[in-house]
């Protein structure tokens, strides 16, 4: 395995991007000075949010936009610190100009399906019933495809382009992926119905995202999977995602909330999701998908 991810350093164009970096600071200085900027984008967003969302209850779809809207600032924020602080370039976040769009569509679609089989596994197994179509909402398919893709899109960029490139400069490849997974799994620990299932599946999925990043070497596949994960669990089908609920177009309903289903926090807090997940990495991991 580690063989594996240190051909990964040794290949990666965003990984060997990283290390021309114009500064002279030490790992050591480097790392202390990500944790400051990381702390000072993460209230900074904070802040944001809470001021644009004052008084707009929680479970409404205006919340759940202005949410994932405010991640536009993160964005912002941290292509700042990389580009002008840090000194990187954009092609070392993972911004590659090869095979954009081919990327883009492998990242939905692999998304769009595992999201897919979980729901169908999930229906075979009892867990999950289909109620039907419900149009009411379709004003909201395009604000919602819109945030759905600055929401995801700003988580990697943080998670996947800042962190991993940095920590395998100055560490490991396998270090970095670790160091992404514990930010990734703090940043959904206070969301509604949070619990081990989903802490393991959060783990697991960011491991995933992880290799598809040094896999494909680029953000572009990281960020569409991401999108159409997120998109198809709550507008187009109805699931909470990471314990928020959303209007969709369709309509499921679930059993007794248990650990197969995930309850409140929705299927990524469910057994069926952490299957998907492993099977997943192995495939990824052997074979090119």
């Known amino acids: 395995m580690f063989n594996q991810l240190e051909y990964f350093k040794k290949t990666s164009e965003t990984l060997k991007e990283a290390t021309l970096a114009e500064n002279n600071r030490s790992p050591l200085k480097e790392t202390l000075l990500f944790i400051l900027l990381y ?9 944001f949010t809470y001021v644009i969302t004052i008084g707009i209850p929680v479970d409404s779809d205006y919340f759940v936009l202005l949410l994932s809207g405010s991640f536009i600032v993160s964005i912002i924020i941290t292509l700042l ?15 590659s100009h090869e095979n954009v769009v081919p990327n883009l569509v492998k990242g939905l679609s692999i998304g769009f399906i595992m999201f897919i089989l979980v729901v169908v596994i999930g229906m075979l197994l009892g867990q999950y019933t289909f109620n039907g179509f419900d ?20 988580e990697e960029i943080y998670t996947r382009g ?13 270090i970095s992926i670790v160091v992404s997974t514990l930010f990734f799994v703090a940043g959904h620990m206070g969301n509604n119905g949070f619990n081990l299932i989903a802490l393991i599946n959060i783990m697991l999925v960011s491991v995933l995202l992880s290799l598809l990043f040094l896999k494909y070497d680029n953000i572009w596949i ?37 650990i197969i289903n995930g309850g409140a926090f929705g299927p990524e807090a469910g057994l069926i999701t952490t299957v998907i997940f492993i099977l997943v990495i192995i495939l990824l991991w052997k074979v090119d998908i």
């Open 39 to 47: 702390i000072a984008m993460f209230l900074i967003t904070g802040l």
């Open 81 to 95: 610190a990389i580009t002008k602080i840090e000194k990187r370039s954009l092609r070392s976040i993972g911004f």
């Open 135 to 154: 149009f009411s909402s379709l004003y909201l398919a395009i604000p919602y495809i819109i945030v759905f893709i600055i929401q995801p899109f700003g």
């Open 162 to 174: 800042w962190i991993i490139p940095l920590f395998s400069k100055n560490y490991s490849v396998f």
């Open 222 to 258: 990281c960020g569409a999977f991401h999108s159409a994960w997120n998109f198809t669990q709550s507008y187009l089908l109805g699931f909470n995602v990471s314990g928020l609920n959303t209007s969709s177009i369709m309509h499921f309903s679930q059993s007794a909330p248990n």
